[in-house]
């Protein structure tokens, strides 16, 4: 079973279709990886933000596209890790990866809400405003 040479494009196999456009693995974004040293602090609301001195990400040869995109993305306003992989329409396991490479290389970090558990009772903060008032 042989595959013909011939000009005509109807005897060629197609795996995809014109309109896919350039296929790229995820993993190959990551080299292969997917963890990073980073990664137990970032869940989807983990919120990313570039450091003010990432002024020029794509003077750095050592990232990629995709890095630079993220930098760009956070440098206007923090973005979550769920809307950085929404935005770029990537995994977010391989978004994941790629933000830890950005907080190694100090490009961003990453804050985490405070979980609604450790925020104050609403009672507690009333007390306090009417105490103040009284003052």
Known sequence: ??????????????????EAGPVVRPYAMTRGRTTST???????????????????????QTLSPEHVDIVELC????????????????????VRVLIG???????VHVTRPVPPAELPDES??????NGLRAL
């Open 75 to 94: 440098r206007d306003a923090p973005q979550s890790v769920a809307e950085l992989a929404a935005e770029l329409d990537l995994p977010v396991g391989v």
């Open 124 to 129: 507690i903060l009333r007390d306090v405003i």
């Open 38 to 60: 980073a990664q137990h602090r970032l869940d989807l609301i983990a919120v990313v933000v570039a450091e003010s001195y990432a002024d020029d990400p794509e003077a750095d």
């Open 1 to 18: 079973m042989g595959v013909s040479v011939s000009g005509d494009s109807r005897s060629r196999p197609h795996w995809f279709d014109d």
């Open 101 to 107: 490479d950005l907080v190694d290389e100090e490009m």
